[in-house]
């Protein structure tokens, strides 16, 4: 059996022991005759591996009481649309923060249900900082506010969560939920795809305030209406059941390893290998300003983009793939998930450097 460098940026790489472990109970879970995929999402046996799952995000984010997490569909996208159908209180704007191609998404499907305020963009930079919080122009009666964590294309990544005064805050956390420790309290709702650092595709996390639900319009499809999904306890259909397990598995995985801090230790050790990298070349660049580095998301550019093409056929013959940046922007990106270990990342500048010595 091979297993390459998988510097996705997701689906991105799953630890290998919740694969082996997912592998060995796939016939046969825990001595019930069947596997995860073929049980009802009635049975107690589901209704447990949900349970777990559920308690141990809870463990791992520090979830207060009186916040919700819901397991959903529909990905991050069906959120930007959930988001302001949910949350947008009559005649009332939304507050936006406009931080690269994440946030626009988010922006554009908002756009569709009423009024949306960019507090600020970081388009001036071509999307390369955060603009500073001083220059935000917040509307004090908005809705909400809306930022992106992390954008995974730009590779922009807040190291500290926004001041939103008493407007709830909501956060697009799809490419670094996890990474490290958040103070939960100081959120109203938080979203995230599971196929980066939860999970495989298909589930969807949020985490939501009780006072933020029951506010859709009477019209709004159920399952679409964050309340309809707190009362049934995220089963008012079929929910995702084996991308459920999955995530439990990955929670437990995380919570052996030590927890979100020993977890952001890591991330913080394997970025800085590339970060470094780039501090001391011309031949690799990175333009994203230093201060709002990404760790889970690092775009490089080669200072010679003829270079592109042998750069990639020859990491992928050393089985370093999915380094090819963003079909928007080109160049290079390097996904560090939780799951990508930090020899993977030294496999990876070890490949750089050598690469750069023959081409540079
Ligand atoms: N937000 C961010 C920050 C993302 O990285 C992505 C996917 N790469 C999305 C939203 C869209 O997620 P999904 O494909 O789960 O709808």
Not at 111 to 126: C, D, L
Not at 178 to 183: E, F, N, Q, R, Y
Not at 215 to 228: E, G, H, I, N, W
Request: net charge negative.
């Amino acid at each position: 059996m091979k297993r390459v460098l998988n510097f996705s940026a997701g689906p991105g790489v799953l630890p290998v022991p919740v694969l082996e472990r997912a592998a060995a109970e796939m016939l046969d879970w825990q001595g019930q005759g069947l596997s995860v995929m073929e049980m009802s999402h009635r049975s107690d046996a589901f209704i447990d591996i949900a349970a777990r799952a559920e308690q141990g995000l809870r463990t791992l984010m520090g979830v207060p009481d009186g916040y919700r997490v819901l397991f959903l569909q529909g990905g991050a996208t069906l959120q930007f649309g959930m988001v302001p159908m949910n949350l947008r209180r009559e005649g009332a704007g939304a507050d936006y923060l406009d931080t690269g191609q994440w946030s626009k998404k988010a922006i554009e499907e908002a756009r569709k249900s009423g009024p949306v305020n960019i507090v600020a963009s970081g388009a001036a930079s071509k999307y390369t900082c955060i603009p500073p919080r001083g220059d935000w122009a917040c509307d004090p009666a908005a809705s909400y506010l809306h930022y992106t964590s992390n954008e995974t294309i730009g590779g922009v990544q807040f190291h500290h969560v926004p001041d939103a005064g008493a407007v709830p805050l909501v956060c697009d956390m799809s490419s670094d939920i996890l990474s490290g420790p958040v103070d939960v309290s100081r959120f109203g709702l938080i979203y995230a795809g599971a196929q980066k650092n939860i999970g495989p595709a298909g589930l969807t996390v949020v985490v939501v305030r009780d006072d933020l639900l029951g506010r859709a319009p009477k019209s709004t499809p159920a399952m679409l209406d964050y309340a309809v999904q707190a009362a049934s306890e995220s089963m008012y259909n079929t929910p995702p059941t084996w991308a459920i397990y999955i995530a439990g598995l990955v929670f437990d995985w995380l919570q052996d390893l030590g927890g979100m801090d020993e977890v952001a230790r890591r991330n913080a050790e394997k970025a800085k290998v590339l970060y470094d990298l780039f501090d001391g070349t011309e031949f690799y660049r990175c333009p994203v300003a230093s201060a709002d580095r990404s760790v889970m998301n690092v775009p490089f550019t080669l200072r010679d983009a003829s270079l592109d093409e042998p750069f990639l056929r020859e990491a992928e013959a050393a089985g370093l793939q999915q380094l090819k940046g963003h079909r928007s922007v080109g160049g290079m990106r390097a996904s560090l998930y939780n799951a990508m270990p930090l020899s993977g990342v030294r496999s990876l500048a070890a490949f750089m450097c050598d690469f750069e010595r023959r081409h540079g």
